[in-house]
């Protein structure tokens, strides 16, 4: 009895670790189709707080050599880009299309499950065309609400490529920001790095 009542337990630790971290599926398009690389999102994506030419799609574009659309909304939550998705990305022939968004639906005291339903459904749309995905997270100390795990979960659920958090030694650094929520030239700098060394091997 003692032996299987180990056995049992094995297995019941075993199954709860599935259902708790389940297995990552793979990346949906790693051989993407269309045209144009992307990126899509709020004022990170614009580029509130860089100098002219300094918003991390900008540097991006030095980086790759490649031509990268902006696609970038100040103030836009999940919702306001779930709206003008089609006009923006699904109809611009998207190759890879690159995320940062939840930010403004975290300011705005929006429901985590609501803006993490929306996220997934612009996602899946987006790869829906071929397209490879690739999410920027944020994750603010002490004001995250859970939001940075929830990055990681959409995207193991869409095959997604994720950076969990972009702000990353970048957010509260007086060096690498322009204001309080926005980086500064070198700290749209280290993002569009971050997003380069992601999308690489898929280039």
Avoid at 54 to 80: R, W
Avoid at 105 to 120: G, Q, S, T, V, Y
Wanted: overall charge negative; some cysteine.
């Amino acid at each position: 009895m003692k032996k299987a009542g180990i056995i049992l337990l094995v297995a019941a630790v075993v199954i709860a670790g599935y259902l708790l971290y389940p297995t990552k599926l793979e990346i949906r398009n790693a051989e993407p189709g269309g045209e144009n690389i992307i990126c899509f999102g709020d004022s990170l994506t614009f580029g509130t707080g860089a100098s002219a030419g300094m918003d991390y799609p900008s540097q991006l574009a030095g980086m790759t050599g490649l031509e990268i659309v902006n696609k970038g909304v100040p103030g836009d939550t999940t919702a306001d880009a779930l709206m003008r998705l089609e006009r923006d990305v699904l109809s611009q022939s998207p190759r890879i299309v690159l995320i940062t968004l939840g930010g403004n639906d975290l300011k705005n005291h929006m429901p985590a499950d609501k803006a993490f339903e929306n996220l997934k459904v612009i996602i899946e749309a987006v790869q829906e065309r071929g397209a490879l995905v690739v999410v920027g997270g944020i994750d603010i100390p002490l004001f995250g609400k859970g939001f940075a795990g929830r990055y990681e979960q959409v995207c193991a659920e869409t095959g997604a490529l994720c950076i969990p958090n972009i702000y990353e030694d970048i957010f509260g650094s007086h060096d690498l920001m322009s204001d309080p929520i926005h980086p500064n030239d070198r700290g749209y700098q280290i993002m569009a790095e971050r997003f380069y060394e992601t999308i690489r091997p898929y280039l």
